[in-house]
């Protein structure tokens, strides 16, 4: 009896076992400071609880539409109207997390041999939903010296005749790139004239750290783009709402209605609940997002500044998200006692099983030499945390 072909090519998702390893060693007792996982480390706001409860005494129990209720797709649609986006309840289908959106968005346009081009550093879970979507990722690996940014001539040198679509993250985990208008209108017109969809996974995008840098949906740059754009989006990271699973596509209505349909026949609807306490979210916890924000910056530029003093160790400043994309390679070739570090796995490794500290390194990400530093969590974990990081440093290298 044999696995299906991307039963044996899937891997397990490397952020999540790394943070199972967390898991694991603190219930042995170990005092681990974990950066591993990008999950906020706040409650969820008190009104979306408030919102679920509510929802639980009035038995909204039940099956819902499998493209979720129209209040909470509308609420998205309106939502979206920040960035410039005209969307109607018709162009959202809600899902389970942003990863089924992902997972959904792929399965509509992607048929054997397609290919999707996925800038690296990219979030470790694309190149395996574009897989399981019988896909095949094709992977251009940017440069620090360009922010890690895509460049056209990049995505040129990519282009087949098989590539179906370009997959676009700002503000990008891992690495806390946003790109400006201006790059976006250049991808957007790269995909225009190859006809490409773009998947533009914007679930940062209220994660930006200035108030002049504003986020860009590359949807909202003209038409003929927004008719080719899957934008997805979710709760998990912004309001703290990773264990509520709900994420959207937003899509031209062709699209979202063979979505839907694909959605009906595996997951249907997201958990009722969880909808009604997502509409509580976009509708009343704007201000706790926004407060968790000023939190994340705060971390954000205490760890930048922290890291970046210790030698041998650079980053640039993340613009977004809430990742810090740490450069080791003048780490490389030393010994730690019985380890060898050759590579950032072998930092990472010797990062958590002698410092006590859990990182994830970057060939999850499809990168080599650095390891990615989650900072959503506690400020006291945040400076114990670089604490122990620079003690590893000083005391080896
Ligand atoms: N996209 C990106 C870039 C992410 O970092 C994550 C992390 N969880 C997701 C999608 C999926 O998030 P969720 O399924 O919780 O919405
Ligand atoms: N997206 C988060 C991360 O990058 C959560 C883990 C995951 O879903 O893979 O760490």
Known sequence: MKLSKIAQTVCPSPTLSMAARVAAMREKGIDIIDFSAGEPDFDTPECVKEAAKAALDENFTHYTAYAGITELRQAFADDLKQYGLEYTYENIVVSNGSKHALKNAFAAILDPKDEVIVPAPYWNSYIDIIKMCYGTPVVIKTKMSNGFRVTIDELKAALTKHTKAVLINSPNNPTGMVYSREELEEIGKFAVENDLYIISDEIYSRLIYSKKLLHCSIASISEEIKERTIVIGGLSKSYAMTG????????????????????????????????????????????????????????????????????????????????????????????????????????????????????????????????????????????????????FVKENF
């Open 244 to 391: 509520w699973r709900v994420g959207f596509t937003a899509s031209n209505k062709a699209l979202a209605d063979a979505i839907a349909n694909i959605q009906s026949n595996s997951t249907s609807n997201v958990n009722s609940i969880a909808q009604k306490a997502a509409v509580a979210a976009l509708k009343n916890a704007k201000e706790d997002a926004d407060a968790m924000l000023k939190q994340f910056e705060h971390r954000r530029d205490y760890i930048a500044q922290r890291i970046s003093d210790i030698p041998f160790l650079s980053n640039l400043l993340p613009k977004g998200a809430f990742y810090l994309f740490v450069d080791v390679s003048k780490l490389l070739g030393e010994s730690v006692g019985e380890y060898k570090i050759e590579t950032a796995a072998d930092a990472a490794d010797v990062l958590l099983e002698k410092y006590n500290v859990a990182v994830v390194p970057s060939d999850a990400f499809g990168f080599e030499n650095h390891i990615r530093i989650s900072f959503a969590t506690s400020m006291r974990d945040v400076v114990e945390g670089v604490n122990r990081i620079e003690r």
